[in-house]
């Protein structure tokens, strides 16, 4: 069973950019497709980014397309969500998961991190 904590999180402005890390322990994420999910005040919990298991792959909500990056170095057993050119509607709690199988919808990943704040002002 793997643990996963986010880290990064913090209060900037708009047009900024915040890199988050998500580490884990109790197994290698190798074998894992690992996610960034985010929860505004008041809405469901949405998909941001995956990332396949070697790192190749790679997919985004359109919604941060073009302005986020994920990505993983799975030595360190560390997944990084890089957020450029940040908006105030990125505001909100930030998680990152852990799933055996390609997946954007929350309810099929196993493993969750307790979520890191990302607050942009605008």
């Known amino acids: 069973q793997v643990q996963l904590v986010e880290s990064g999180g913090g209060l900037v402005q708009a047009g900024d950019s915040l890199r988050l890390s998500c580490a884990a322990s109790g197994g290698s994420i190798s074998k894992y497709v690992m996610g960034w999910f985010r929860q505004a005040p008041g809405k469901k919990r949405e998909f941001v980014a995956v990332i396949l298991w070697s790192g190749r792959t790679t997919f985004y909500s359109d919604s941060v397309k073009g302005r986020f990056t994920i990505s993983r170095d799975n030595a360190n057993n560390t997944v990084y969500l890089q957020m450029n050119g940040l908006k105030s509607e990125d505001t909100a709690a930030y998680y990152c998961?852990?799933?055996?199988?390609?997946?954007?919808?929350?309810?099929?990943?196993?493993?969750w991190g307790q979520g890191t704040q990302v607050t942009v002002s605008s």
């Open positions: 998961a852990a799933d055996l199988h390609n997946s954007r919808n929350e309810e099929e990943y196993d493993y």
